[in-house]
């Protein structure tokens, strides 16, 4: 039911260190603990959201002890090539759920930035921005929902182009409503919440970066 509580799931008073992290960041938001889910689909579901408001958040390992957080919106997938450009490094991976779990405090299926066991950086799917989200809080069939733009915020995320469409998702998408693909050109920049996202196009010049 749009504004209300889903059918099956419920607001929360329970804490962990993500919702700690929430609090002590100063960010509005709202609890929701439902029951088990098996994916995506049900977890949209059980939040009362649709799927593109599931927002995932993976860790990606950039090099030796080397991690980044990546929130993608749930319709969507990592675009490594739009990644690896982006970061300008050739190579990038997703850890074991060992490795991830002791860089980040949570095991897999319960990851988020807040209240990581180390602060790594935050880097936000363009498309993210300017909804209300869900993201998970840290334990299994609980999350936390806010506004977009103030959790990007909060976590001090870059924003950029860095998804594609799920193959499931691009499939049953006809040609002519996909969005046009830029060939020649050079990938966004980073953006911060709140400022427009600049793309470079062929034969533009690059604007000088600050030192």
Not at 57 to 76: A, H, I, N, S
Not at 114 to 135: C, K, N
Not at 143 to 159: F, G, K, N, P, Y
């Amino acid at each position: 039911m749009p504004g209300g509580v889903p059918v099956g799931a419920r607001y929360s008073t329970v804490s962990t260190p993500a919702l700690e992290a929430a609090e002590a960041l100063g960010l509005p938001h709202r609890v929701i603990r439902h029951g088990p889910v098996r994916n995506l689909a049900e977890a949209a579901r059980a939040r009362g959201v649709a799927p593109a408001d599931v927002v995932k958040t993976l860790v990606v390992r950039r090099g030796e002890d080397d991690f980044l957080f990546v929130l993608v919106p749930g319709d969507r997938a990592i675009s490594w090539p739009k990644l690896r450009r982006l970061l300008g490094v050739s190579r990038l991976s997703l850890p074991d759920a060992e490795v991830a779990r002791q860089a980040t405090g949570y095991e897999r299926g319960t990851i988020t930035p807040f209240g990581s066991a180390r602060p790594w950086p935050v880097i936000a799917d363009e498309r993210v921005r300017g909804r209300m989200i869900t993201l998970g809080a840290g334990e299994h069939g609980l999350a936390l929902a806010a506004d977009a733009d103030a959790i990007l915020r909060a976590l001090d995320a870059s924003v950029a182009d860095i998804s594609d469409r799920e193959p499931a998702t691009r499939a049953a998408t006809p040609a002519s409503a996909r969005s046009p693909v830029r060939r020649g050109g050079r990938q966004p920049t980073l953006s911060r919440p709140g400022a427009q996202l600049r793309v470079i196009l062929p034969d533009t010049p690059s604007p000088r970066r600050r030192s």
